[in-house]
């Protein structure tokens, strides 16, 4: 390791170039140290985390980008709880790019945000970081005032004596400077919380956002800066043949015209004249390993895998998930519950578009721009302009939404302004710029996904074999080495599935997966696998609880109960209480329900819907979620509801199709999305719990479109299979 250290030309080439072929065999915290050399670690005495003004304001360092979710008040308020700090005087920073300092401990150790984690890998740090700067200031008072540690209070900022004496954080900020922090701070019990849990956590970009003085990508302008924008292929998989830009460098404002790896370049002084520009382009595409199949011929042959009438050209074949009992048993019968799931490619459709801006030098690059995965960011600009991952400066703005767009393994689009940049030289800044056409064309998406069901029951009508086929997209192919050792399958395509409470409840299951390949980029998206297996589950279960004759939230009782699902049941019977199951529905509606676990919580949903043209119109919405210790209530409330409006919207109207390869969609026109008049009323209730916290900015999404489809079949008394619900 000390030979790879001081060889800094292998290390470069190695660790960027081969997408980390290098850490393999090293310690998570070796791989994390080789990918932050050259990072800068100035940090203060109080450490990584917490910077006090002579004014004695607070300033929380936060590692996780905010771009809608509201996590840096959440992340605040974990350091001021154990701080005792006046929350009115606590501000929140975007943290450098270091992987070893703020890594993120639930998605393999790099910086990034992902996974609903924020909160959940920030909770012990934060709290230690608070407490150990508690301890410090305290120690600092002790001794200027002569008096034992044990006798001084710290509440709303303020170290307090009995004797009269009192001080805020920046009178004894040199003194507690000067303090060792203490390597075990002793926490609070949280049930001596004053802050966390409470209303007074809430949002603190709300008055920056609405103002405009919070900063986004598209907001940065610089000295000399130039635009860019890219012509893609049509299709995926293709190749520039050769350009002709001879009008598109007679557009006024038109700087240059480049051929980068993903398309054909045009730098301009302006975005209109950029894109006039690239309008004016003539660009010949190589499509010999272009994708183009239609979206429906590969659904049509996901469907002729899971069935068994083709094998597929995969090396790796089916792989189990879940197996219990006699497999054999789980292949269906005369009377068994067969359905088939189809659920198509979406789109992320955040409400700003991919951009970035890159300043590269030599061997040096400064990005700005809402960056999700810092540490993916920071190597494949690496392996561009040949430097060490930790020299990559990154400024992390806000951004307008991602719901993983931002995080893939390739940085698509902040490599490709990385690119530019480089060509362009001299130090130029380069704004890359996406339009929303390019990101619904060529971007990335949520796998198609078909399942097979096939569920026997028993004479209670419970089920007694459950045979499973998933066929989907691998989002983990083509994951870097520091990823950690290949799994045997991507689990991500069947979480939800894998280990759901119905399968622990069923005597013999046979869930099985492949993982076709296709030209089509795919990509987490919001709640990831849950997406589709959420759906799967809990639709299934609604149409056997039909079958025997039993109410769907009873039917899940019997389960959870069996299964010993406790945090289902409380969530479910919460849900229930509050939505009034049971008792008549307001006239005209239907109610349908569902429960769902994904990123350590649980939800449960009692949608209320009535048909209007045969279109489903959903009014109302109760939320139950146990996410553990709630650290700020309305931030739940509001990620419940935005969560259960982005999950609606996508299993109304959310499609992506091809046509020959091509992408039918461009915009908002073609790619439907809810409004706010079709927007439910959400009512959100949160389990009390001691647990640490887990997640909450997906787990609402799943869970809401099979509530509908339940209360669909319960109007009509047939499944809804086959997604988005509204067709066309």
Known sequence: MNQLLNRRGFLTVSATLA???????????????????????????????LKFAKDGAVTVISKHIEFGQG??????????????????????????????????????????TGGSSAI???????????????????????????????????????????????????????EAAMVPPPAAPKLKDPKTFTLIGTDRVRRKDSVAKSTGVARYTQDVRLPG????????????????????????????????????????????????????????????WDEAKAEKR?????????????????????????????SKGEAAKAAGGANALEVDYDFPYLAHATMEPMN???????????????????????????????????????????????FGRRANFQSDYVTECVHIAKKVGKGTPVKLVWTREDDMRAGYYRPMVHHAIRVTTDADGMPATWRHRVVSQSIMKGAPALAGPKPKFDS????????????????????????????????????????????????????????????????????????KADRHLAVLNLAAEKAGWGAPAPAGWTRGVAVHESFGSVVAQVAEVKLENGVPKVGRVVTAIDCGIAISPDQIASQMEGGICYGLSAAMFGAITLTDGLVDQGNFDGYRVLRNSEAPTVETYILR????????????????????????????????????????
């Open 19 to 49: 997408g980390g072929a290098l850490l393999v065999g090293c310690t998570p915290a070796q791989q994390m140290g080789l990918i932050s050399l050259g990072a800068e670690e100035d940090f203060g005495p109080f450490g990584p985390f």
């Open 689 to 728: 719990s001691a647990n640490p916290p887990s997640g909450v900015g997906e787990p609402g999404t799943p869970v809401i479109g099979p509530a509908v489809a339940n209360a669909i079949l319960a109007i009509t008394g047939k499944p809804t299979l086959n997604l988005p619900m509204v067709k066309g």
């Open 225 to 284: 800066m130039l635009t860019a924008m890219v012509a893609h292929a049509p299709r995926f998989g293709a190749k520039v043949a050769s350009f002709d830009d001879a009008a598109a460098k007679k557009v006024p404002g038109v700087v240059a015209v480049y051929k980068i790896p993903t398309g054909v370049a045009v730098v301009a002084n302006s975005t209109w004249a950029a894109k006039s520009g690239r309008d004016a382009l003539k660009v010949t």
């Open 356 to 402: 970035c801006v890159a300043i590269v030098k030599g061997n040096s690059a400064h990005l700005l721009f809402g960056s999700q995965f810092p540490t993916l960011d920071q190597i494949n600009t690496a392996g561009i302009v040949k430097n060490l991952p930790g020299t990559i400066k990154i400024d992390t703005l806000f951004a307008g939404g991602s």
């Open 294 to 322: 239609s979206s429906a011929t590969i659904a049509q042959q996901y469907r002729d895998l899971a069935s068994g009438k083709t094998s597929g050209p995969e090396k790796n074949g089916w792989a189990s998930f879940d």
């Open 120 to 174: 959940a890998n920030s909770w012990m740090q934060l709290r230690n970081a608070g407490a150990a700067a508690r301890a410090m200031f305290i120690g600092a008072a002790a001794k200027s005032w002569d008096v034992p540690a044990g006798e001084i209070t710290l509440a709303n900022g303020v170290l307090a004596h009995a004797s009269g004496k009192t001080a805020g954080f920046g009178d004894l900020l040199a």
């Open 71 to 112: 996590n840096h008040a959440g992340l605040a308020a974990i350091a001021a709880e154990e701080l005792d700090a006046d929350w009115t005087r606590v501000t929140v920073e975007q943290a450098a790019a270091n992987t070893k300092v703020y890594g993120n401990t639930l998605v393999g150790g790099a910086q990034g």
């Open 492 to 563: 991500s395509a069947v979480e939800g599935a894998e280990g759901s409470p119905y399968l622990k409840a069923t005597p013999v299951v046979d869930g099985q997966v492949i993982s076709p390949d296709a030209g089509v980029p795919v990509l987490w998206w919001r709640s990831v696998g849950a997406t589709h297996t959420a759906y799967v589950m809990e639709h299934t279960i609604d149409q056997l609880a039909r079958r025997a004759g039993k109410d769907p939230v009873d039917y899940r009782r019997a389960l959870f109960t069996k299964a």
